[in-house]
């Protein structure tokens, strides 16, 4: 069955450094996400990616945080200066006809901010 | 908000009997959907039910959408130890990414 795929599985980062979450998509699919889960809270929209640029995105995310797609498989999240409280696990997920369709989630990728 | 909001926030049971696990919302949907999340792991999509749907059966999950009540259930049968995780529901409607509610925890007790 097909996955969404997220690397690396968990990143340790010092606090000011960027970090770039890696995600592979299901490959016919036209939608990506990504969202994330700070310990033991909810799961939080991040963005959503659609056609080659963002179509929503929440008040998190904001200009600490990009998204790109530099080829046809990969999406990434890029955080600029990292902070204590960016700590979470972020899921990256993937839909062929976005909100009418399920999302296929990714394992996550746990980022803790030391 | 759309939010949805499960309850209970936690269910214990044993082996064998059956959970049911709720999830009311505020505003109108397009469709409703339920994600299983083990500890520590991904998130996995259950079933999506539409709003113009009232139940919808996948393997010994039913799930059953009351627009009307604004609220989901879903129920697993006959649990077992390995459907002790975190579960989810997450509404969505045109023009707003799904949102997710803080999740029901069920142990199923061996």
């Known amino acids: 069955e097909p996955e969404v795929t997220q690397t690396p599985s968990h990143q340790v980062t010092q606090m000011g450094q960027e970090v770039i979450l890696r995600c592979v998509p299901i490959?016919?699919?036209?939608?990506f996400y990504w969202y994330r889960q700070i310990l033991g809270q909810k799961v939080e929209f991040l963005v959503s990616?659609?056609?080659?640029?963002?179509?929503?995105k929440s008040e998190i995310f904001d200009d600490q945080f990009s998204v790109e797609r530099p080829d046809g498989s990969n999406f990434t999240l890029k955080i600029r200066s990292t902070k204590l409280e960016d700590s979470a696990m972020y899921f990256c997920?993937?839909?062929?006809?976005?909100?009418?369709?399920?999302?296929?989630f990714g394992s996550g990728t746990r980022l803790t901010v030391v | 908000s759309q939010q949805g909001e499960e309850d209970p926030q936690a269910l214990s049971i044993q082996e064998g009997e059956n959970a049911t696990m709720n999830c009311s919302y505020k505003?109108?949907?397009?469709?409703l959907q339920w994600y299983r999340q083990n500890s520590g792991r991904g998130l996995v999509h259950l079933i999506l039910?539409?709003?113009?749907?009232r139940e919808k059966h996948s393997g010994r999950l039913r799930v059953t959408l009351d627009t009307s009540k604004k609220s989901s259930s879903l129920l697993i049968t006959a649990s077992r130890a390995a459907d002790t995780a975190s579960y989810f529901c997450?509404?969505?409607?045109?023009?707003?990414?799904?949102?997710f509610g803080p999740g029901t925890r069920l142990s199923v007790l061996p």
């Open positions: 997920a993937s839909s062929l006809a976005g909100r009418r369709d399920g999302y296929t």
């Open positions: 490959s016919n699919h036209l939608y």
């Open positions: 990616f659609y056609n080659n640029e963002i179509s929503e």
């Open positions: 505003t109108s949907i397009n469709n």
């Open positions: 039910i539409r709003s113009n749907e």
């Open positions: 997450a509404t969505g409607n045109y023009g707003q990414n799904f949102v």
